[in-house]
C-alpha cells in the first residue's frame, strides 16, 4: 500500500522554465512533509519542508505547496535549472523527528537547454 | 546543513558472511538515527530507527536478527547485515537530524 505517490516516473522542463514536482498521500496522520533530491549512488539531499499548519514554504528557487483537503503537495522550481536534473523525492512522516519517513517513488526531472 | 558520513562507501561480499556499515553524525549529536534502504528504481523504504542506548525499532518485515543495528554513542549507529545472501544486496543509507539529513549511502553486493 503505496502512502505517498508520484504519479509522474519522469518529467522534461526546459531551461528558464517552470518545474512542477507532484506527490499524492492516503494517510490522514501525516503532519510533515519534505521534498529530497537525489543524484544516482548518492544520497538525498533535504531541499525544503512544509508543516501541515501551513499551504505554502518558499526557499529560493523552490516553493512547496499543500493542498491538505486533497492530500496534495507539489514541488515548483523557478527558473528550472540544468543542474536540477535530478531525481525528486516527496516524503511524509507522522509526528516528531523521532519518526521515520515514508518516501514516494520519485520523479526524474530532466531539465532540457 | 548537517553532516552524515557513511562507511563504507561499497562493499562486495561472500554470501553467508556478516557486513557491518557505519554511520556517523560529523557535527550534531543524534539520539536518534534511521537506517533505510533502496532497491533498484525502487523509493527508499525505512528498515529501522535506531536509538542511542536503547534497542533498535524495526518495520514491519525486517528481521531484527539479520539486521543488527548499534547505537553506542551520539555521533555513530551501525548495521550489521549478518549472514548475508544475493538478495540483501542493495543501497543502505542512513539519516539523522531534523529534518533528516542522508549519508552518502552504502552499496551492497553479495555474490
Known amino acids: 500500500d503505496q502512502q505517498v505517490k508520484q504519479n509522474s516516473p519522469s518529467l522534461s522542463v526546459q531551461e528558464g522554465r517552470i518545474s512542477i514536482l507532484n506527490c499524492d498521500y492516503t494517510n490522514s496522520m501525516f503532519d510533515y512533509f519534505l521534498w529530497y533530491k537525489k543524484y544516482p549512488a548518492e544520497g538525498p539531499t533535504f531541499l525544503i519542508s512544509?508543516?501541515?499548519?501551513?499551504d505554502k514554504n518558499e526557499d529560493g528557487r523552490f516553493t512547496v505547496f499543500l493542498n491538505k483537503s486533497a492530500k496534495h503537495l507539489s514541488l515548483h522550481i523557478v527558473p528550472s535549472q540544468p543542474g536540477d536534473s535530478a531525481v525528486y523525492f516527496c516524503?511524509?512522516?507522522?509526528?516528531?523527528?523521532?519518526?521515520?519517513?515514508?518516501f514516494g517513488k520519485g520523479t526524474h526531472l530532466i531539465i532540457q537547454p | 546543513g548537517a553532516v552524515v558520513s557513511q562507511h563504507p562507501s561499497w562493499v562486495i561480499c561472500k554470501s553467508g558472511t556478516s557486513v557491518k556499515i557505519e554511520c556517523r553524525s560529523l557535527d550534531f549529536q543524534a539520539t536518534t538515527m534511521f537506517w533505510y534502504r533502496q532497491f533498484p528504481k525502487q523509493s527508499l523504504m525505512l528498515m529501522a530507527t535506531?536509538?542511542?542506548?536503547?534497542?533498535?525499532?524495526?518495520e514491519q518485515g525486517v528481521e531484527k536478527d539479520k539486521f543488527l543495528i548499534n547505537h553506542a554513542s551520539l555521533t555513530l549507529s551501525t548495521l550489521t547485515v549478518t549472514s548475508a545472501h544475493p538478495e540483501d544486496s542493495s543501497f543502505y543509507i542512513c539519516?539523522?537530524?531534523?529534518?533528516?539529513?542522508f549519508g552518502p549511502g552504502t552499496r551492497l553486493l553479495v555474490l
Open positions: 535506531s536509538n542511542e542506548g536503547s534497542k533498535a525499532t524495526y
Open positions: 516524503a511524509a512522516r507522522v509526528g516528531g523527528g523521532a519518526d521515520g519517513l515514508t
Open positions: 512544509i508543516s501541515s499548519i501551513k
Open positions: 539519516s539523522a537530524g531534523e529534518p533528516q539529513y
